[in-house]
């Protein structure tokens, strides 16, 4: 059993797929980017300021102290990073930058271990590669109708409305979605924490 720091849907279909038994916390952090890191600095300190607050948040409502996972991903092209889109204006613009190129979209996983002395932090990111096809403004515009944009970094969804975008990708698809499960799995193992649950 763990808890997954996080309301998104998609990360909890895909801890199910693989029988990983969990709970969900719902925390609140500021997913401000700084600009002044790397991508991949941003998605690894912003995973771990999602479990360091789920893990606050079981101390505080004195829940029983199974390990905490928490995630982020975000989507970059050139050294501009792409999270959630505000509004329609913001998803819309997002697309038509991805359109007809490759873009990378990094996922940081961390799990957080409790013990009556201290809390260990172990975090994972994993990256894979996406190309687009070209897009029109009226594509975008008609996928944001759709309602979809909006709770994913990119202003996409890869296992939804926005495959029909996707050329071709390179690397875990899972990841894409908000989770790479391979890898997490491998993390999990070496963490002796068990899925797979009967």
């Not at 763990?2 to 801890?15: D, F, G, N, Q, V």
């Not at 709970?23 to 300190?45: F, G, M």
């Not at 996972?69 to 997002?94: H, Y």
């Not at 990111?125 to 970094?153: I, M």
Request: charged share 25%; with cysteine.
């Amino acid at each position: 059993m763990i808890y997954l720091a996080s309301k998104s849907p998609r990360r909890t279909e895909l801890l199910q797929q693989i029988g990983v038994e969990h709970q969900i916390l719902d925390i609140d952090v500021d997913e401000k980017i700084n600009r002044s890191n790397s991508p991949k600095a941003n998605v690894r300190a912003l995973s771990v300021l999602k479990c360091q607050e789920g893990v606050r948040k079981i101390i505080s409502e004195r829940k029983s102290s199974f390990p905490v996972l928490a995630a982020d991903t975000i989507v970059v092209l050139g050294d501009k990073i792409f999270g959630k889109p505000r509004e329609e204006s913001d998803a819309i613009n997002m697309l038509l930058k991805l359109s007809g190129k490759t873009h990378l979209v990094m996922t940081a996983v961390t799990i957080g271990i409790m013990t009556e002395e201290e809390t260990k932090f172990h975090t994972i990111s994993v990256s894979s590669r996406v190309e687009f096809a070209k897009l029109t403004a009226s594509d975008c515009k008609e996928y944001c109708d759709t309602g979809e944009p909006f709770d994913k970094a990119g202003g996409y969804g890869i296992q939804g409305f926005g495959s029909a975008f996707i050329r071709k990708i390179n690397g875990s698809y899972s990841n894409i979605v908000g989770l790479p499960i391979h890898e997490v799995v491998q993390l999990l193992k070496e963490l002796g924490i068990p899925y797979w649950s009967k």
